[in-house]
């Protein structure tokens, strides 16, 4: 199974009127160590859920550094700048970015010259986030193993993911870290703006409702099966925000294994496939003719019949593996109209 990293692999201007909506504005007085203001001190000690246990933040955090790559999104969606994020390696800039977090902070005027990108291509760099004095790490969108959470925690107290590794809803991600920085209540107002995106959205594409989809990988030099992302994985549910229901044939091979993010299926099984949409990463020597010639990968109903998005744009995938209150917007706006293309047997890329 090729690693989650590359398995990721796998709007400015509404994403600035949910933040004007709901963020609490600039981060005064951001210092040169990108530091953002967060919620009332009053709130504070806060004691946090999550999968390994509870954290308590005994005060309110001023320096937060992040693991998950949406993490950086939601503070900033917050009106938080963190002090350190990860490198966007996969569908980023070339400031590893991404143009959605960029759009938000130039609209709120965010100090971020202080803020460190760390490459975690090589696992978590926790030198590098500990050269950060963090008094709070997050990890909600990621895949933290308990072994990963106990030398954050030596670092400072750490918030990992809450409902499963890399499966934590951004909802609950967004709520998570709210609570998490003091600002419960207008973490609840941006959930509430970012799914009335999404249902705006939608609204304009009745059609899609109740048809299925699944989300595919394939590896160019091994095409004898066919990488399936879970019903749990962030893919398939921004699949069903957008009214899609689950493959059946995903739904039964999610079930096997309720922690997996990807289940295989046997090419020689292909016509099993079940989908009224078929969506896949489209790569050198996994591209959608070259999937469509092939023996057992060509049965896909939906493949076969040109029903599928051969997503080759890796950024606006990105904002589909790694939904935020700021990606949304390019979901919605450049990766949704695929979809329905793909739908009405117009292959889109």
Not at 70 to 87: F, H, M, N, S
Not at 117 to 126: K, T
Not at 210 to 229: C, H, K, M, N, V
Request: charged fraction near 20%.
């Amino acid at each position: 199974m090729p690693s989650r990293r590359r398995l990721l692999a796998a709007a400015p201007l509404a994403a600035a009127l949910v933040l004007a909506a709901c963020s609490t504005g600039p981060a005064g007085g951001a210092s040169s160590a990108a530091v953002g203001a967060t919620g009332d001190a009053a709130a504070f000690p806060v004691t946090v859920e999550h999968a390994y246990g509870t954290t308590t933040i005994p005060s309110a955090p001023v320096r937060v550094a992040t693991v998950g790559w949406a993490d950086a999104d939601t503070l900033v969606a917050l009106g938080v700048v963190p002090v350190g994020a990860p490198r966007i390696t996969w569908g980023g800039n070339e400031a590893g970015s991404t143009d959605w977090f960029d759009a938000a902070v130039a609209d709120e005027d965010l100090d971020v010259s202080g803020m460190t990108r760390y490459d975690d291509s090589a696992g978590i760099p926790f030198d590098d986030i500990a050269a950060t004095r963090p008094d709070l790490v997050l990890g909600l969108s990621s895949g933290v193993t308990k072994e990963d959470y106990d030398k954050l925690s030596k670092i400072a107290p750490t918030v990992p993911w809450t409902e499963k590794a890399w499966g934590t809803s951004w909802q609950e991600q967004v709520r998570t870290i709210g609570a998490a920085i003091g600002k419960e209540a207008d973490a609840e107002r941006l959930v509430i703006a970012t799914e009335k995106t999404i249902t705006d959205a939608v609204a304009a594409h009745p059609e899609v409702r109740g048809r299925s989809a699944a989300w595919a990988w394939f590896t160019p030099t091994d095409l004898s099966t066919i990488g399936l992302y879970t019903t749990s994985d962030l893919r398939p549910q921004m699949l069903r925000a957008f009214g899609f229901t689950d493959s059946p044939t995903v739904a039964q091979l999610s079930a096997k294994d309720p922690s997996a993010f990807t289940a295989n299926l046997s090419a020689e099984k292909a016509a099993t496939l079940d989908a009224d949409v078929v969506v896949f990463y489209a790569e050198a020597g996994a591209g959608a003719d070259e999937l469509r010639r092939n023996a057992l990968i060509g049965q896909i109903p939906a493949l076969r019949d040109g029903h599928y998005v051969a997503s080759a744009d890796n950024e606006v995938a990105l904002s589909m593996s790694l939904p935020s209150p700021l990606s949304v917007t390019t979901a919605v706006r450049d990766f949704l109209p695929k979809l329905v293309s793909a739908l009405r047997g117009e292959p889109a890329a």
